[in-house]
């Protein structure tokens, strides 16, 4: 059934190509980026969902446009038309890297903006032109980031948490057990802001022909105004949207008008495909299960990844025939240790069947990190977040609260710790001891795991792990990632690897029919995944769990 369908396709895509050179294609084609867009798109919502229209185009969509426009050789450049959003330095390294393939390809790439934050700003600058709005600006540039910590407000409510970690860079419960930075914590947030910073001068510099020393004085000089960011060489020019035609010679379509007489690329030929397996949101024992609404708190209100989902999906592509190579989509700060474990596995026995390639989204870290380190290949975006590898175990402690609530409370235990998990009362000595044996055991395995999966001596891994947190290029120069680049460079890889064609999709398995579908996004529904999932996290126990994860500039 595979030829005759392609066959089919073929034909289509020739009488589509014909009309298409009768056509007259524009010489301008825009791109219109009203927030960040998704590295993936979503599975297939309920039909309610769909009636309501797509939302912004996902990654590999904007670039298979971008790659239409880049090789249909009647269309002189793109438009990029920037909208105040927030982009986290992952998802600003991927337009970046986006622009200046486009840029490769012969076209003439120009941003343009009512107005520039820190991550459009840096975005921008990898184009050949950067233009804004008259009357806009530039707003303050650099790197802003605040540290909360709740342990204060717990206590004030009756509310405490009770945690155990064995290497103070692993600070992920500093939030609920502490009123400020650590030592360890401080030193870490230093060298993370560094190298946002430094990434932010790297992108400046290069997209201004900026040395390092004006490349910091651009930024710390700001914010600008349009006239002065013009003056300043922050900018190219001072347009009106309405006169951007005139400035570049020609019309400018959008690409959806201009769809139609772009030429489009063959189908690709019936064969071996690449397989993409994702990891998104808190690592649980379960299902994986999509977030009905994004809220800022991202712990108990994001997606989660499960590990039932994830083996049965690694299973799944290790006996496909259809599938030459996989690739691994990460973007999560972790959980569970048992359910990291389970898929790391499960991935392993994969790698050991077919080529296994992993790419880190804006956070791949802890328990993420985890289930990407058996691939035989791992890319991160400069601005990635990942290591953290270390350890964390406790509780919250809410038996005050229920005392001014006056909650009368009766237990009833047989065993000497049947009760250590109670949410009641704080650890005794005698479990804390229990417990901090788990939590060393638990970091002794995944010590032990990224050392045989990265090919590390235990003596070059401690120093880098210990809960400690890293950029990608960080951890490019410390061995925990091999290569920098985004999606599309892991599935290239993966089809060299296997020997694929070049145009071998990119293939995710539609997800099962036990998998959760995203609900209806009320505030009841929200509450409702936040209490299962706090509930999911807190049956585990033990947590490979990521200290920071930033939403973006």
Known sequence: MAWPWYLLRLLVWRLDRLRARLGRAPRWVSFLLEEAPPALAPPPGPLWQ????????????????????????????????????????????????????????????????????TGTYSVACAADELLIQEGGGIGPLGVARTYVFLADSLRRVGLEADLIQVTPYKTAGDMFTRSDL?????????WLADAAL?????????????????????????????????????VDGVVGEEDLPARLGAAVVPFAAASRRLRRPPPPRPGPVVGLIRVEGSIVDGRSRRSPLRLPIRLLTGDTAGDLTVVEQARRLAASRRVGAVVLWVDSGGGSATASEAMAAALRSLAARKPLVAAMGSVAASGGYYAAAPAQRVFAQPGTITGSIGVLAGKLVGGGLLDRLLVSRAPVTRGEHADMESSERLFSEAERGRLRESVERSYQVFLERVAGF??????????????????????????????????????????????????????????GRREQPPAAPDLAVAVEHGLRLGA??????????????????
Do not use: F
């Open 50 to 117: 769909r009636l309501l229209g797509p939302g912004p185009a996902a990654m590999p969509v904007l670039e298979e446009q971008m790659r239409r426009v880049a090789a249909d050789p009647r269309v002189r450049g793109v438009v990029v038309h920037l909208r105040p959003m927030s982009l986290t330095a992952a998802q600003a390294d991927s337009l970046r890297e986006l622009l200046a393939v486009t840029r490769a390809a012969g076209k003439r790439v120009v941003c343009w903006a009512p107005s520039y934050g």
């Open 182 to 190: 650590s030592p360890e914590a401080r030193e870490m947030a230093d």
């Open 198 to 234: 430094a990434e932010l001068l790297r992108a400046v510099g290069a997209g201004r022909g900026l040395g390092a020393g004006e490349a910091r004085a651009l930024v710390d000089h700001s914010p600008y105004t349009d006239l002065e960011a013009e003056r300043r060489g922050a």
């Open 454 to 511: 990265r090919g590390l001596p235990l003596a070059e891994l401690e120093p880098i792990a210990g809960g400690r947190v890293w950029t990608g290029r960080q951890a490019l120069e410390r061995r925990l990632v091999d290569e920098l680049g985004g999606l599309q460079a892991a599935a290239a890889d993966a089809r060299r690897r296997a020997g694929l064609r070049a145009d071998a999709p990119l293939v995710e398995l539609r997800p």
């Open 536 to 553: 999911a996290l807190n049956r585990t126990g033990v947590w490979w769990l990521c200290p920071v994860a930033w939403e973006g500039w």
